[in-house]
């Protein structure tokens, strides 16, 4: 019997790369049904390129300030990515906004980590946020992308109580250990089309390990 075809993913960076070094340890196992193929980051000193390319990975910057406009960055980026035949994109600290033809494009096919319990929290400084707004949990979620930021139908999220005492490097230092823990489970559950989008909300089949997926 052939094996199935691994999903085919590419990783967009713009820094150090800490969450896309959990998905390309995930995928080293041969029953993981992801492959990461493609490493890419808007920054070319973006510390994660060297990283992925140690991992045997291709890796390359495409740096957006030598473009003029969003749309034209997009529409290189969409070419490199086609070109590589990618199934599916993950977001890994990719500190760029789409344009919506672009993410029109990839529609159901590209993945984000937030750093926080989505809706509560978009954007940036989100550690600061939970802090100064006295939740009691913090946390991260994947999520697919939509055109409006931090948007997109949740697949999974993952909680820590915030402490007495916790600022926001703290928080960020026990966030992430849940953030490396959650990606690679979810690109899992979407690679093996045991999560899926139906009607703009994520359904997850009952096999899928959703008791991995929330820590408190």
């Given at each position: ?7 085919r993913?590419?990783?967009l960076i713009?820094?150090r790369?800490?969450?896309?070094v ?28 060297a ?10 910057a ?8 969003r749309?034209?960055f ?16 993950c ?9 919506p033809?672009?993410?029109a494009?990839?529609?159901?096919r ?7 319990l989505?809706p ?7 550690h600061?946020q939970?802090?100064d ?7 991260c ?16 999220q ?9 600022d926001p490097?703290s928080?960020?230092d026990r966030v992430?250990?849940q953030e ?7 690109l899992?559950l979407?690679a ?20 991995a997926?929330?820590?408190?």
């Amino acid at each position: 019997m052939a094996t199935p075809r691994k999903t085919r993913v590419a990783v967009l960076i713009s820094g150090r790369g800490s969450n896309m070094v959990a998905l390309i340890e995930a995928a080293k196992d041969p029953t993981y049904p992801a492959e990461i193929v493609l490493v890419l980051s808007n920054r070319p000193d973006a510390a994660g390129l060297a990283r992925a390319a140690e991992a045997g990975i291709p890796a390359r910057a495409i740096d957006h300030t030598t473009f003029t406009d969003r749309a034209s960055f997009d529409s290189v980026l969409d070419a490199e990515l086609r070109a590589a035949d990618i199934d599916l994109v993950c977001l890994a600290g990719f500190m760029r906004i789409f344009t919506p033809s672009f993410v029109a494009g990839w529609a159901g096919r590209m993945l984000n980590i937030h750093p926080s319990l989505l809706p509560l929290f978009k954007g940036t400084r989100t550690h600061k946020q939970a802090l100064d707004a006295g939740v009691r949990l913090h946390g991260c979620t994947v999520h697919f992308v939509v055109p409006e930021l931090d948007a997109g139908p949740i697949v999974a999220q993952a909680a820590i109580p915030v402490r007495q005492g916790d600022d926001p490097d703290s928080l960020a230092d026990r966030v992430i250990v849940q953030e490396r823990r959650l990606y690679p489970a979810v690109l899992a559950l979407v690679a093996s089309g045991r999560a899926r989008l139906e009607d703009g909300r994520v359904v997850i089949a009952e096999s899928a390990p959703d008791g991995a997926l929330l820590s408190l």
